[in-house]
């Protein structure tokens, strides 16, 4: 029987989870380099989980000095089956209050100051992000937050932008025009490369404030955001908890979005051209694909 093993990302205001046995710590180093932090594995039931302050614990790093290969594949080497990140997100529509939930299921990806592949050096993949999160994995997130008490919704599209600055006016009035329902600084390039480490990947993003659209309020500020945050880390922690217990006793079956075995159809160079170098490396993230 297969087993579930979550990988649990935390962003900003959610740097521990609740409620973990046999919890120990790891100091961990990829071909990436080192994640944002130690890996903390632990278990609820029988469902392992890895969990992974995205920003490190004390939120050292900004959202562009995230080593976000580093973190995939510390979870893939971990042997994290689908991963799930909660993260703090300003909302550009009126329906998203600060405290809502999004199991958002499209991006838009607006960062640039980032690495955004594994790929590359002698060895290419092209993986489609056409559907960039696991359905299965996303309406299970939000079914679990619901049932802690969150207001949840499914479904939306969350623009990332680079930061570490809040948004101009003109750029919030922008991605409202684009049809975005959220903006954050983090779910890119994080869910790319979790799509090419064949990682099932979903999303909460929780609603902390208005972004500056709303010119009647006061623009976005970390003070305000933090109050919100204290109130969605507390849900946050909460829905992790009842999503591992949901899962205890469950067996895991592949995606049914073909995310398990998505390199199949993304390798395109000739095997004789590929760099010996750079497919050493590739191992950790992709040794299925690749042949051990």
Same mark, same amino acid.
């Given at each position: 029987?297969?087993?579930?093993?979550?990988?649990?990302?935390?962003?900003?205001?959610?740097?521990?989870?609740?409620?973990?046995?046999?919890?120990?710590?790891?100091?961990?180093?990829?071909?990436?380099?080192?994640?944002?932090?130690?890996?903390?594995?632990?278990?609820?039931? &029988? $469902?392992?989980?890895?969990?992974?302050? =995205?920003?490190? *614990? +004390?939120?050292?790093?900004?959202?562009? /000095?995230? %080593?976000?290969?580093?973190?995939?594949?510390?979870?893939?080497?971990?042997?994290?089956?689908?991963?799930?990140?909660?993260?703090?997100?300003?909302?550009?529509?009126?329906?998203?209050?600060?405290?809502?939930?999004?199991?958002?299921?499209?991006?838009?990806?607006?960062?640039?100051?980032?690495?955004?592949?594994?790929?590359?050096?002698?060895?290419?993949?092209?993986?489609?992000?056409?559907?960039?999160?696991?359905?299965?994995?996303?309406?299970?997130?939000? &079914? $679990?937050?619901?049932?802690?008490?969150? =207001?949840?919704? *499914? +479904?939306?599209?969350?623009?990332?932008? /680079?930061? %570490?600055?809040?948004?101009?006016?003109?750029?919030?009035?922008?991605?409202?025009?684009?049809?975005?329902?959220?903006?954050?600084?983090?779910?890119?390039?994080?869910?790319?490369?979790?799509?090419?480490?064949?990682?099932?990947?979903?999303?909460?993003?929780?609603?902390?404030?208005?972004?500056?659209?709303?010119?009647?309020?006061?623009?976005?500020?970390?003070?305000?955001?933090?109050?919100?945050?204290?109130?969605?880390?507390?849900?946050?922690?909460?829905?992790? $908890?009842?999503?591992?217990?949901?899962?205890?006793?469950?067996?895991?079956?592949?995606?049914?979005?073909?995310?398990?075995?998505?390199?199949?159809?993304?390798?395109?160079?000739?095997?004789?051209?590929?760099?010996?170098?750079?497919?050493?490396?590739?191992?950790?993230?992709?040794?299925?694909?690749?042949?051990?």
């Amino acid at each position: 029987m297969s087993k579930w093993t979550l990988g649990i990302i935390g962003g900003s205001g959610l740097y521990e989870i609740d409620g973990l046995e046999d919890r120990r710590e790891e100091t961990v180093e990829t071909p990436w380099g080192a994640p944002s932090d130690a890996l903390v594995h632990g278990r609820i039931g &029988d $469902v392992k989980l890895v969990f992974l302050p =995205r920003h490190g *614990r +004390g939120h050292r790093l900004s959202p562009s /000095e995230v %080593p976000y290969q580093a973190n995939i594949a510390a979870l893939k080497m971990a042997g994290v089956t689908d991963v799930l990140a909660i993260s703090a997100c300003g909302s550009l529509q009126e329906a998203y209050a600060p405290g809502d939930f999004l199991a958002a299921d499209q991006f838009i990806d607006r960062t640039f100051a980032r690495a955004k592949t594994f790929f590359g050096e002698g060895m290419v993949a092209h993986v489609s992000m056409a559907h960039p999160v696991c359905s299965r994995f996303s309406a299970m997130a939000a &079914d $679990v937050a619901e049932a802690v008490g969150a =207001r949840v919704h *499914r +479904g939306g599209t969350y623009i990332a932008m /680079e930061g %570490p600055q809040f948004s101009s006016l003109a750029e919030s009035k922008l991605y409202r025009q684009w049809g975005c329902d959220v903006i954050g600084m983090t779910a890119m390039p994080e869910a790319k490369l979790a799509r090419e480490a064949e990682l099932p990947y979903a999303v909460l993003g929780m609603v902390t404030d208005y972004d500056c659209w709303r010119e009647e309020e006061e623009a976005v500020t970390v003070t305000n955001v933090l109050e919100v945050m204290a109130r969605n880390s507390a849900l946050g922690r909460k829905a992790v $908890v009842k999503l591992a217990e949901n899962l205890s006793g469950t067996e895991r079956t592949p995606s049914p979005d073909g995310i398990d075995t998505c390199l199949d159809y993304a390798l395109i160079t000739a095997e004789a051209a590929r760099n010996p170098e750079t497919i050493h490396k590739l191992r950790a993230i992709a040794g299925r694909a690749l042949g051990g």
